[in-house]
């Protein structure tokens, strides 16, 4: 069992940046490809970014292209999203994952493991 846990959300006014951060506890996460996720209000959970494992090859949904950077630290056991010139539509709870066989995929239910989540709101 993996438990993967975020950090680093909070509130940003727009045109601003966060980085988020996803750890496992006890756990090195270069055997899994890593996404994040995200979820607004009232909508369905979301592809934002894909990463596979030796970091070599990253994925991310059209629209986030050119503002978003996901990265991983294997020997940190850390995956990161950058976030920068943040939209109010950017308010969402933010999901790290883990796919524990296979390349990044976009849909959540290819993967084994999810964080607990982290809430980002950007004001405008």
């Known amino acids: 069992q993996v438990q993967l846990v975020e950090s680093g959300g909070g509130l940003a006014q727009a045109g601003g940046s966060l980085r988020l951060s996803c750890s496992a506890s006890?756990?090195?996460?270069?055997?899994?490809?890593m996404a994040w996720f995200r979820q607004a209000p009232g909508k369905e959970r979301e592809f934002v970014a894909g990463?596979?494992?030796?970091?070599?090859?990253?994925y991310y949904a059209d629209s986030l292209k050119g503002r978003f950077t996901i990265s991983r630290d294997n020997a940190k056991i850390a995956l990161y999203l950058q976030m920068n010139s943040l939209k109010p539509e950017d308010t969402a709870v933010y999901y790290c994952?883990?796919?524990?066989?296979?390349?990044?995929?976009?849909?959540?239910?290819?993967?084994?493991?999810w964080g607990q989540g982290t809430q980002v709101t950007v004001s405008s």
């Open positions: 006890g756990r090195t996460l270069s055997s899994y490809a």
């Open positions: 994952a883990a796919k524990i066989s296979g390349g990044v995929y976009s849909t959540d239910t290819a993967y084994n493991y």
């Open positions: 990463i596979s494992r030796s970091g070599s090859s990253t």
